[in-house]
C-alpha cells in the first residue's frame, strides 16, 4: 500500500516537472515544440536554426510601426529573451543617438545610404555568415547592394518606395510628377514624410538632378525650390502619414509604399502614383553595433525572425516590399489571400518599370552636412 502511495507520489512530481519546464519554469528555456503561444493566440514555430544563447535580453533600436507583436513576443517565448525596444523616426534620429555613444544597443535597421557612413565612422561590426543560415532565405536581388558589397555588414529587412499617394475622391486633378507638387492647388493639403534626403531628392529630381549630386550649386537650387514647397505641406509626418490621409485631414503627398497601401485598404479612393520623374527607391536592413552587448543574442533573433514561418507577418502588418522569398512561399502556401493581395497590388509588389525608372539614394560622403543644412534651414523656415 505504501509503495503504490509512494509510485503515485513519484508520478505526479514528474509530471509537474514536465509543466514546468513547458513553461519555462525554474529558469529553464521555454519548450522548443511549436507550441508556444502569443496574447494574440498565435502559435509560434519552432526555430529553425539552433544558436547556442547564453544572453538573456537584447536591444533593438528600430523604425516606428516596424516589427509584429507577435514575432518580438513568439522570440521572448521560444529562446527566453527579453527583447527591450527603443523607436525612430528617420535615419538622422537613429544616427545622431548610436553616434553620440552609450546607447547599449544590439541592432538597428538604417535605410541603405547611411549604411556606408556608418561603417566609417566605425559604429558597426561585420556580420560572421556563419552564425547566419538565414541568408539562404532571401532573394538575390536584395543582396550585395553597392551600399555593402557582399553584405559584410548588413542583411534585407523590408525594401520600397517613395511615391505620390492621392485621395482621388478630392483631389481632381491627380498629380502625375513630383513637380506637380507645386501647384498652388495643393497648398495646405499635403502630408510629406519627415525624411530629409528623399525630400531634398524629389526637389533635384524636378530640376533635372541627380538625387545624390554633390555640386553645392545645384543643391543651393534645390534648397530655393523646396522653400517653396514646404510651406504649402500642412504635416511632415515619419510615424504614421497614413492617419492623416484616413482621417481625410490631408489629400495627398509622398509617402512609403505600406503607409499608402494601408490606407488605401481603408479608403480605396486612394491611390499611389509613380512619379514620372521617377520614384525613390530604398532597402531597410539589420546591422549590428560594433560593442552590441548580446551580439549572441542578436544572431538568434536575426536568425529566428527571419525564418520563413515568422517573417510572413509583415505581409499582414507591415505590408512593404518583402526581400525574404521563403517568407513569400511559405505565405503562398500558407497565407493563400494575404500572399495574392501582395502579389497583385502594384503598391507592394512594385513593377518592373518604376524600379528601372526609379532613383536610390546614395552616400554622399562629405556633402553630407550641405543636405543637412538645407533640411534644418528650409524647415525652420530659414
Not at 543617438?97 to 556606408?116: C, R
Not at 499582414?316 to 512561399?329: S, V
Request: glycine letters at 6%; aromatic letters at 10%; one cysteine or more.
Amino acid at each position: 500500500m505504501k509503495k503504490n502511495i509512494l509510485y503515485k507520489l513519484l508520478a505526479l512530481l514528474v509530471v509537474a516537472s514536465m509543466a514546468l519546464a513547458a513553461c519555462g519554469g525554474g529558469g529553464d528555456a521555454p519548450a522548443e515544440d511549436g507550441g508556444t503561444v502569443t496574447s494574440n493566440g498565435y502559435q509560434c514555430p519552432a526555430k529553425e536554426f539552433e544558436l547556442e544563447v547564453t544572453s538573456t535580453e537584447l536591444n533593438i533600436f528600430v523604425w516606428t510601426e516596424y516589427i509584429p507583436t507577435d514575432m518580438i513576443e513568439c522570440f521572448e517565448l521560444v529562446y527566453g529573451i527579453k527583447v527591450n525596444r527603443d523607436e525612430y523616426s528617420s535615419n538622422e534620429e537613429m544616427y545622431a543617438k548610436v553616434s553620440a555613444g552609450g546607447s547599449n544597443y544590439d541592432l538597428v535597421q538604417p535605410t541603405d545610404y547611411i549604411v556606408p557612413l556608418m561603417v566609417r565612422q566605425d559604429l558597426l561590426q561585420e556580420l560572421d555568415h556563419a552564425q547566419l543560415p538565414v541568408l539562404k532565405n532571401f532573394d538575390p536581388n536584395y543582396l550585395d547592394f553597392e551600399f555593402d558589397p557582399g553584405n559584410k555588414y548588413t542583411i534585407p529587412y523590408q525594401a520600397g518606395t517613395d511615391a505620390i499617394v492621392v485621395n482621388t475622391s478630392t483631389v481632381e486633378n491627380v498629380p502625375q510628377s513630383w513637380e506637380d507638387l507645386w501647384k498652388p492647388e495643393y497648398a495646405g493639403k499635403m502630408v510629406f514624410l519627415d525624411d530629409s534626403r528623399a525630400t531634398i531628392g524629389l526637389t533635384l529630381l524636378t530640376l533635372g538632378y541627380d538625387v545624390n549630386t554633390t555640386n553645392p550649386d545645384e543643391l543651393a537650387a534645390a534648397k530655393e525650390k523646396l522653400s517653396l514647397l514646404v510651406p504649402n505641406v500642412k504635416l511632415f509626418d515619419s510615424d504614421s502619414p497614413k492617419t492623416a490621409l484616413i482621417a481625410g485631414d490631408v489629400d495627398l503627398g509622398m509617402t512609403w509604399t505600406a503607409e499608402a497601401l494601408l490606407a488605401q485598404q481603408e479608403n480605396p479612393a486612394i491611390e499611389y502614383v509613380y512619379p514620372t520623374e521617377g520614384a525613390i527607391l530604398w532597402q531597410d536592413n539589420w546591422t549590428m553595433l560594433k560593442d552590441a552587448p548580446h551580439a549572441d543574442a542578436a544572431y538568434a533573433w536575426l536568425n529566428y525572425t527571419m525564418q520563413g514561418d515568422i517573417f510572413w507577418m509583415m505581409l499582414r502588418d507591415f505590408p512593404y516590399t518583402n526581400p525574404n522569398a521563403a517568407a513569400l512561399e511559405y505565405a503562398k502556401a500558407n497565407q493563400t489571400e494575404l500572399y495574392e493581395t501582395y502579389m497583385a497590388s502594384p503598391i507592394t509588389n512594385t513593377p518592373a518599370e518604376a524600379i528601372q525608372n526609379g532613383h536610390r539614394i546614395g552616400d554622399v560622403g562629405e556633402a553630407t552636412p550641405l543636405y543637412d543644412d538645407i533640411w534644418v534651414e528650409v524647415k525652420g523656415g530659414s
